[in-house]
């Protein structure tokens, strides 16, 4: 509309045609400074790193991914995500809505019951994502999301990275969480084979390891009860558990690319969370998605 206020993504030029390179330079440097042993297996996953810096680098392939969050979220509560203007779009040109919005850290200044609110509906819009709409948007940085303090609402920023998931994969971390909800290890196993760990040979403790690993991941779950985010220092036990797995033990088997992309979107909203000390029934919030006792629309807050 004429006079409309409009936010425009504009690239860099020469961008898309330096993805490969730069990506192989940096392997590269890795390799020399010793930091990954030539025994690793990394390739698909240095493919898969390549074909998704494309991704985001494809504007139009954006602007699609935006457009289909909108159609998820046309009724939801909480949420909020610009508009494409796709006469004003190409591949290397994005142009939206204009959304006001204050950065979401900044919420740590906000009243509990508000920051509880906010990060209580990204780990609600986590689990639709995963077990409702089959795609998520996996990059969680903080400047993708704003929050409107005269609305309540949540802008979400920046769909370049939005990853679509087949029904086998959601269905082993329906399998995963469900499992280490019940403290199960054995069905955690079978689960993360499921996903596509343990495709490659690994010794009894790098798999204890690993188990032990996601034990502490799914903390927030475990128990039936708020996890003090602010509290817990747990991305830096699930760090520290990861590099003594890899430098330590020397387990370099590749997770699958899917399962990496979607980790690090956990990772972020623990971040969030501890960043914002909230204390949160996590469970309470993911149990209907793995029950089946949920859809989008009956779960909103």
Same mark, same amino acid.
């Given at each position: 509309?004429?006079?409309?206020?409009?936010?425009?993504?504009?690239?860099?030029?020469?961008?898309?045609?330096?993805?490969?390179?730069?990506?192989?330079?940096?392997?590269?440097?890795?390799?020399?400074?010793?930091?990954? *042993?030539?025994? &690793? $297996? !990394?390739?698909?996953?240095? /493919?898969?790193?390549?074909?998704? +810096?494309? %991704?985001?680098?494809?504007?139009?392939?954006?602007?699609?991914?935006?457009?289909?969050?909108?159609?998820?979220?046309?009724?939801?509560?909480?949420?909020?995500?610009?508009?494409?203007?796709?006469?004003?779009?190409?591949?290397?040109?994005?142009?939206?809505?204009?959304?006001?919005?204050?950065?979401?850290?900044?919420?740590?200044?906000?009243?509990?019951?508000?920051?509880?609110?906010?990060?209580?509906?990204?780990?609600?819009?986590?689990?639709?994502?995963?077990?409702?709409?089959?795609?998520?948007?996996?990059? *969680?940085?903080? &400047? $993708? !999301?704003?929050?409107?303090? /005269?609305?309540?609402?949540?802008? +979400?920023? %920046?769909?370049?990275?939005?990853?679509?998931?087949?029904?086998?994969?959601?269905?082993?971390?329906?399998?995963?969480?469900?499992?280490?909800?019940?403290?199960?290890?054995?069905?955690?196993?079978?689960?993360?084979?499921?996903?596509?760990?343990?495709?490659?040979?690994?010794?009894?403790?790098?798999?204890?390891?690993?188990?032990?690993?996601?034990?502490?991941?799914?903390?927030?779950?475990?128990?039936?009860?708020?996890?003090?985010?602010?509290?817990?220092?747990?991305?830096?036990?699930?760090?520290?558990?990861?590099?003594?797995?890899?430098?330590?033990?020397?387990?370099?088997?590749?997770?699958?690319?899917?399962?990496?992309?979607?980790?690090?979107?956990?990772?972020?909203?623990?971040?969030?969370?501890?960043?914002?000390?909230?204390?949160?029934?996590?469970?309470?919030?993911?149990?209907?998605?793995?029950?089946?006792?949920?859809?989008?629309?009956?779960?909103?807050?």
């Amino acid at each position: 509309m004429p006079g409309e206020k409009v936010a425009v993504k504009v690239q860099y030029p020469r961008i898309k045609d330096s993805i490969d390179s730069d990506v192989d330079n940096v392997i590269t440097l890795l390799r020399l400074s010793g930091l990954i *042993p030539k025994e &690793a $297996n !990394y390739q698909a996953l240095l /493919d898969e790193a390549k074909q998704q +810096l494309h %991704d985001e680098a494809d504007y139009l392939k954006e602007a699609q991914s935006l457009t289909r969050f909108g159609i998820h979220l046309k009724e939801a509560d909480g949420l909020v995500v610009p508009k494409v203007h796709s006469a004003l779009t190409s591949d290397r040109i994005l142009t939206m809505s204009f959304m006001e919005g204050e950065p979401i850290e900044q919420l740590d200044r906000a009243s509990e019951v508000v920051r509880q609110q906010v990060v209580s509906r990204l780990f609600q819009l986590l689990f639709e994502e995963v077990f409702v709409f089959g795609e998520v948007q996996t990059d *969680p940085n903080f &400047a $993708n !999301y704003l929050y409107q303090p /005269d609305t309540g609402r949540v802008v +979400l920023l %920046d769909f370049g990275a939005t990853r679509q998931y087949a029904p086998t994969f959601t269905e082993g971390y329906r399998k995963l969480f469900l499992a280490a909800i019940e403290k199960d290890n054995a069905g955690i196993e079978a689960a993360l084979t499921q996903i596509g760990f343990f495709a490659e040979d690994i010794l009894p403790e790098q798999k204890a390891s690993v188990l032990e690993l996601v034990n502490t991941a799914c903390e927030p779950i475990a128990a039936d009860a708020p996890f003090a985010f602010g509290q817990a220092d747990l991305a830096t036990r699930l760090r520290n558990r990861g590099m003594a797995l890899s430098m330590e033990q020397g387990y370099w088997h590749t997770p699958p690319a899917d399962a990496l992309f979607l980790h690090r979107k956990i990772a972020g909203l623990y971040l969030l969370a501890a960043k914002l000390n909230v204390t949160l029934n996590v469970r309470a919030l993911l149990l209907p998605y793995l029950t089946g006792e949920s859809t989008a629309e009956a779960t909103q807050v």
